[in-house]
């Protein structure tokens, strides 16, 4: 079977996972049978599917008459025999408990067409136990999507013993059509990939605490200020539910061995039912207390050491394991714990010795497992090597992303979001992608200035993509997660050393429109359209609009813009200060590329501290004042500084090299 072939698709289970799938399908165009055990569980999950939809077209990001499609796509069943009836695909989303799910298997595998792929959504039980339950283990593999399934964009997809290549692929190509992100994971292995980083940092966190060596404050602080994770390892655990990475872990442990065994600081919050936020009590007080706080400065590098020893181990089982590859591992993780860098890039940059070292150490003196170094890990240190240059990562392929198109020329690295289909509407993917091709492009020597513009004429970006972030709607974390990682994503624009241009064609509304106060100059075409239109929406801008719009055209013109929540001209925002030049729409391509041909063309080092002396200076000025003052002398003992001088004497253009 191919993805052409599938019409007919039946959810087990209408929870929050069950009805989240059913929904995701239904809305890429398959049909859906939703099926539960009682007509109130499934009643439930269609009027929560509903409910999303109404908020998709509250939001104008579906028109009613998709919504009613949608519906009209969508089916309720508790007989489990009419629920599969032709079904071409079976995607079980039933409690994730091993015996419940091998009961279903066992009841479906009587009443399903012998054609079915049967897919179940778990998030760390045995595949291969579950097929073998089954008369078609060849056509059995795991679909994990990630809560809420209609926002996040990762599907794992689980090859168990048995599976087929054709049913793998199947599977991924139909995560595909669900505008999913597919990673494969090649081998069953409690946890995949996600919750195998994920959780045994967790666990090391706990064990760091339970033995007096830092306070919550400290991992939580140096977590997530210290290695820049979006969330401290606490305040993740109180998110997510301690209870589920603690039985996550009971599992690993069982599987794996005594590496994983649950620190008995979870197993107490466990006992005590302080699950975290749900119950109103975790690691931190969310009914009598201020909730997650943490503080950004107790970061201390002794846990810092820890937890990236843990997480470089971790990673090395995976590779060493052939679970996958460390492409596949950093993709999973940025998208399904939404990190900025994949885990096998920060520990390509820490000193891997080093943190094998740490591991060591604390095998010698505690003797505790979680401690002992995987084979791959200490063969990569004896090699010097690094995780990306397992052989099964190819370097040409840095720069190859699916919400982007890449190019480099005349020293300027070209960036164009490339959804033309969606007017270049932002999702997590893009924000990711685009983060982590800024980032490879500033640390690219060949590259001496950065251009991003929209693919197609239409557009630059009309904002975020709503529909692929909708499952936040009403959860206040999770909104506010969005808002911040794109808050990372401008602030790394500001950050790059190298000067970047943004060139608008088209719609640069909302989210779209604040990405681009993260660049240097910005140039637009007669046919530009700019606009924060969040007030009508009920929202404010999210990702820095209240803050750099100000710093752009000034205090009252950005309220202008934002509160009347109007579209403007781009001569009206050349006026205002916002752009540097409008071109005609016919010279747009050649004008913007020109600009940042200029731009790569001039004095790297001179640049790199001019923008940090101009970006300091808008918080302090005195502190900017300095830096410009240090940079200044630091700028006469360059190469570059003979250079210009020279052609300034012999009246000639200088070429700089960054020395």
Request: aromatic share 6%; net charge negative.
């Amino acid at each position: 079977m191919e993805i052409d072939d599938v019409n007919t698709i039946t959810v087990l289970g209408a929870g929050s996972m069950g009805h989240g799938i059913a929904e995701v399908a239904a809305l890429a165009g398959f049909e859906v049978r939703l099926r539960d055990i009682e007509a109130a569980f499934v009643e439930d999950g269609y009027e929560e599917i509903e409910w999303s939809l109404d908020k998709l077209v509250e939001q104008e990001q579906l028109e009613p008459d998709d919504a009613a499609a949608t519906l009209d796509r969508l089916s309720t069943y508790v007989d489990l025999g009419d629920a599969v009836e032709d079904a071409d695909v079976v995607i079980e989303a039933v409690p994730e408990k091993l015996g419940i799910k091998k009961d279903v298997y066992q009841d479906l595998e009587t009443v399903a067409p012998n054609g079915a792929v049967f897919a179940t959504n778990t998030s760390s039980l045995s595949i291969t136990e579950l097929a073998s339950v089954t008369d078609r283990p060849e056509r059995f593999c795991g679909m994990h999507f990630f809560n809420p399934p209609v926002r996040m964009d990762l599907v794992e997809v689980i090859s168990g013993a048995e599976t087929s290549e054709a049913t793998a692929t199947l599977i991924s190509d139909l995560a595909a059509a669900m505008d999913k992100t597919p990673v494969r994971v090649r081998k069953d292995s409690p946890g995949f990939i996600v919750n195998r980083v994920l959780v045994p940092l967790m666990n090391e966190a706990a064990w760091l605490v339970h033995t007096d060596e830092a306070t919550v404050a400290e991992v939580d602080s140096t977590a997530k200020y210290g290695l820049g994770l979006p969330m401290g390892a606490f305040e993740l655990a109180d998110q997510v539910g301690i209870d589920v990475g603690y039985h996550v872990l009971e599992h690993m442990h069982e599987a794996l061995g005594d590496q994983y065994r649950p620190c008995p600081l979870l197993e107490s919050k466990v006992d005590a039912d302080a699950l975290g936020r749900k119950a109103g009590e975790g690691f931190y007080d969310y009914e009598n207390g201020e909730g997650a706080q943490v503080p950004s400065d107790r970061i201390r590098d002794e846990v810092a050491d820890r937890l990236l020893a843990v997480l470089a181990n971790e990673v090395a089982a995976l590779v060493g394991e052939d679970v996958a590859g460390p492409a596949a591992i950093d993709t999973a993780v940025k998208l399904g714990g939404r990190w900025s860098d994949g885990p096998a890039k920060m520990v390509d940059e820490a000193d891997l010795k080093h943190l094998l070292d740490v591991l060591e150490t604390r095998h010698e003196e505690t003797g505790a497992a979680r401690y002992e170094s995987v084979p791959y890990l200490r063969d990569l240190v004896a090699s010097d090597g690094r995780f990306h240059e397992a052989d099964d990562y190819d370097v040409d392929d840095a720069y190859e992303y699916e919400t982007l198109e890449i190019e480099v020329r005349d020293s300027v690295g070209q960036i164009r979001l490339d959804r033309p289909h969606r007017m270049n509407t932002i999702t997590t993917e893009l924000l990711d992608e685009l983060d982590d091709a800024v980032s490879r492009f500033d640390a690219d020597e060949s590259v001496r200035a950065i251009l991003i513009t929209g693919a197609g004429d239409r557009a630059f970006s009309a904002g975020a993509d709503i529909q692929s972030m909708s499952g936040g709607v009403g959860d206040a974390n999770a909104a506010a997660d969005i808002s911040r990682r794109g808050q990372e994503v401008v602030a790394g624009l500001e950050r790059a050393d190298v000067p970047v241009v943004v060139g608008i064609d088209g719609y640069c509304l909302g989210g779209g429109m604040e990405l681009t106060m993260g660049a240097d100059l910005r140039i637009a075409s007669e046919r530009s359209e700019f606009g924060q239109p969040e007030h009508d929406l009920g929202l404010l801008p999210g990702w820095g609009g209240t803050v750099r719009l100000p710093r752009l055209v000034g205090m009252g013109r950005a309220k202008e813009i934002i509160f009347t929540a109007d579209r403007y001209d781009p001569e009206t925002m050349r006026e205002y200060g916002f752009l540097t030049d409008v071109v005609p729409n016919g010279e747009f391509d050649d004008r913007a590329f020109e600009l940042a041909r200029d731009l790569a063309a001039g004095p790297p080092i001179a640049q790199r501290y001019t923008k940090r002396a101009m970006h300091r200076g808008w918080d302090d000025v005195d502190a900017g004042l300095d830096l410009e003052a240090q940079s200044f002398g630091l700028l006469f003992d360059t190469d570059d500084l003979m250079t210009g001088m020279t052609a300034f004497m012999g009246d000639h253009e200088p070429e700089f090299e960054g020395k």
